[in-house]
């Protein structure tokens, strides 16, 4: 073998092979080199509410990333005392990462990321969660940090995120998150399995972008809200997925954001 190879973490599952000693091919600023971007970034899975939210106050387009299914704009909020960043991302892990990758390279640091979640065990809907602990069942993670079944979530954005609840007095409790790529293969057999372990939400992201960050040096906390529900395998309620929880978490990432010092 020869450079960088050499030090590759081998193993016959592909997915648990890790390399962090040679340069990556292909830099996830590689043709943004002049952007700059503010260090607190708000990273959303809420559709609409952020393109609306971003018009109607003022936001700048600081860059429009181009894919071959759709562009992405990253917004900067110019308020009175900072700027921060806002995002409205792709769902999944790889597609997210890929995006948050880029964002960090450019100069975000400080990133709270707040989307929707399917719920395991008996919990209303539009209810807040706080993720202390993500399990790895997506494969994004494992490119950024060597295997392991969990990753745990900084404690200091968690702590900010938390101290925000509580000024504006809204209920939440922590969490173990299932952070899994395969929506349609959440089978009744690994919802009970997975509840039995201690998660009692699932989501397509969390475990990727807290890897990410870690692996980038910037601090990285979310907080969720129900959608869902697989409580009951036998009868899925889809319930309205969360949508009424959309503005209101929008504004709450937002608070968060600007208390993070």
Known sequence: ??????????NEI?????????????????????????????????????HRYAHDNDAEVAEELITVSHNIKIYVLHEEKEDICLVQSPIGAASSVQVLDTLVSCGCKKVIAVGSCGVLADIPENAFLVPIKALRAEGTSYHYLPAARYI???????????????????????????????????????VKYRLEEGCSVVEMECAALAA?????GASFGQFLFTADSLANVHDYD????????????????????????
């Open 212 to 216: 990410c960050c870690r692996k980038r």
């Open 152 to 190: 745990d979530l900084d404690a200091k954005p968690v702590q900010i995120i938390e101290n925000c609840f509580k000024k504006h007095g809204l209920p939440f409790v922590t969490c173990t998150t299932w952070t899994t790529d395969g929506f349609f293969r959440e089978t009744k057999d690994m």
């Open 14 to 50: 592909p997915i648990l092979e890790y390399d962090d000693s040679s340069k990556e091919v292909i830099a996830p600023d590689h043709d943004l080199q002049e952007l700059k971007l503010p260090k607190k970034c708000l990273f959303a899975f809420l559709g609409d509410v952020v």
């Open 238 to 261: 889809a319930r309205d997925f969360g949508t009424d929880s959309h503005e209101k978490a929008l504004l709450l990432g937002l608070d968060i954001l600007r208390e993070y010092r």
């Open 1 to 10: 073998m020869m450079g960088g190879l050499k030090m590759i973490i081998k």
